[in-house]
């Protein structure tokens, strides 16, 4: 079983110099504000009591680059095992930065990943559900702002 969970809180990057934007015409177009949240891929088997939890994010300079062949636009920045069906993971437990991994285990975990479905379509769709939810909650956001501001 195959569980992926993010969060949008804090998922959209900061945007550009505030002197370019300060700059910028009114009549130029922004930028799309584009959700990119970490999300943690959880793989649980039946037979163990232990879940493969492989954590992952979005690089700033990956995100948008279209034109690259095969490029991944996700990668995974930690993988851990966790006791399967604890609500809390222990800290204690032992978590692999991929940072120092051998390129062809990391390589390895990718295609397992992709395997089951978490791949570059499945990241880029993330990314719209992420962005779709961020702007609802903003619109939220600003609406019980102004209702607060507004009550006596």
């Known amino acids: ?13 900061p945007s550009a110099d505030e002197e370019t934007q300060e700059e910028q015409k009114p009549e130029e177009q922004e930028p799309d504000l584009t959700s990119t949240p970490n999300f943690v891929v959880e793989v649980i088997k039946d037979d163990t009591k232990q879940t493969l939890v492989l954590d992952c994010h979005y690089p700033e300079d990956e995100v948008g680059h279209e034109g690259e062949e095969e490029s991944d636009i996700f990668t995974i920045r930690e993988v851990s095992f966790q006791p399967t069906g604890e609500s809390d993971w222990k800290d204690t437990n032992y978590t692999l930065n991929t940072d120092s991994l051998d390129w062809a285990l990391y390589d390895h975990l990718m295609d397992f990943l992709a395997d089951r479905g978490v791949d570059n379509t499945f990241a880029d769709e993330l990314i719209e559900l992420s962005t779709a939810l961020e702007h609802q909650e903003y619109i939220k956001f ?3 702002l102004k209702s607060f501001v507004k009550c006596q």
């Open 142 to 144: 600003l609406e019980d």
């Open 1 to 13: 079983r195959i569980t992926v969970t993010f969060n949008i809180n804090n998922s959209i990057p």
